[in-house]
């Protein structure tokens, strides 16, 4: 069996539409070939590519004309999601101006007015921008994980956006549906973070009554010369918070990690680190040691809960 014809180079390595492929000079039995794969109806991409959610959401969006949304538009981004959504098998799309929503099979179609400021037109894919598609979670995650995800949106490095940006946005979206819900987040959403354990951390703090602390707050000694910036902290008394993610069992990280404590503690410092399993209680109903920790801590140093 003859080799197909290599495909021009506008095609390679991408999906392409069948109307694509016939203006690109492709005939039909062409693109029936071995060498291409089908992410989707109408769809074409070379089979030596990987089908990735990125490779499919293009192959749907070229197809139809809508935009990537929703959960789709949140991975593609980055976004932390609950494990329940990480399998991307449905992608969803959100269709522009006003036009039916799509109907096709793996996908989620929606039909909303999107602004042209919440459409990010990227090099392969549109899809709703951060804010729009931090906005449209809210229909879709729990409270917490909808902080989660725009503590995310405001991260320490390279941020997605910013308060400003934010409250701005949310001023245009009162009486939609989410606006409530989205609202409630705002209030518990903070800038700066580096993980969303750490904010998961630190709403499993407050929720059970202790002050929040402060994020990445620098730590200085007495002369004025930069320490640290501990992921949590409580100034006032003198607490460092750290959470400690899988990476710092690796053996570089953990002495790292020990010396890191270690200048905190020479300097009058009280160091509480945590870990998933603080985080997780032992048993229903049981309070997580991540509490009992920072509450003792707290004690120690003379808080009082207020009455």
């Known amino acids: 069996?003859?080799?197909p014809r290599?495909?021009?180079?506008?095609?390679?390595?991408?999906?392409?539409t069948i109307r694509q492929a016939t203006d690109a000079?492709?005939?039909?039995?062409?693109?029936?070939?071995?060498?291409l794969a089908s992410p989707c109806h109408g769809v074409r991409a070379p089979a030596a590519v990987e089908i990735t959610l990125l490779i499919r959401a293009r192959g749907l969006a070229l197809a139809t004309g809508a935009v990537v949304s929703h959960l789709s538009a949140a991975a593609l981004w980055g976004f932390p999601l609950p494990l329940r959504f990480e399998d991307h098998k449905t992608i969803h799309l959100t269709s522009r101006?006003?036009?039916r929503a799509v109907r096709r099979k793996s996908v989620c179609g929606h039909r909303l007015p999107l602004a042209e400021d919440e459409i990010s037109d990227g090099r392969y894919?549109?899809?709703?921008s951060p804010l729009r598609t931090w906005f449209d979670l809210a229909g879709i995650l729990s409270l917490q994980d909808l902080v989660i995800a725009g503590d995310f949106l405001l991260r320490r490095k390279s941020p997605l956006s910013t308060p400003?940006?934010?409250?701005?946005?949310?001023?245009g979206k009162k009486g939609r549906a989410g606006y409530p819900k989205a609202m409630k987040a705002r209030v518990l959403i903070r800038a700066n973070t580096d993980s969303p354990?750490?904010?998961e951390l630190r709403l499993l703090l407050t929720?059970?009554?202790?002050p929040e602390p402060g994020i990445n707050v620098p730590m200085f000694d007495g002369t004025g010369g930069w320490i640290q910036d501990p992921d949590m902290s409580y100034e006032d008394f003198k607490i460092a918070i750290q959470y400690d993610g899988g990476h710092h069992a690796a053996p570089a990280q953990r002495r790292s990690d020990i010396y890191r404590d270690e200048n905190a503690r020479s300097l009058g410092w009280l160091v509480v680190v945590l870990t998933q399993l603080d985080l997780d209680p032992f048993a229903p109903g049981i309070e997580p040691s991540a509490v009992t920790k920072v509450r003792a801590a707290l004690t120690s140093r003379g808080w009082k809960r207020a009455r």
């Open 97 to 99: 101006g006003g036009a």
């Open 207 to 210: 929720a059970a009554g202790l």
């Open 6 to 16: 290599p495909l021009p180079p506008a095609l390679q390595a991408q999906p392409f």
């Open 197 to 199: 354990k750490e904010t």
């Open 25 to 35: 000079g492709l005939t039909r039995r062409r693109t029936r070939a071995l060498d």
């Open 1 to 3: 069996m003859p080799r």
């Open 125 to 128: 894919v549109a899809c709703t």
């Open 164 to 171: 400003d940006a934010l409250d701005s946005f949310l001023e």
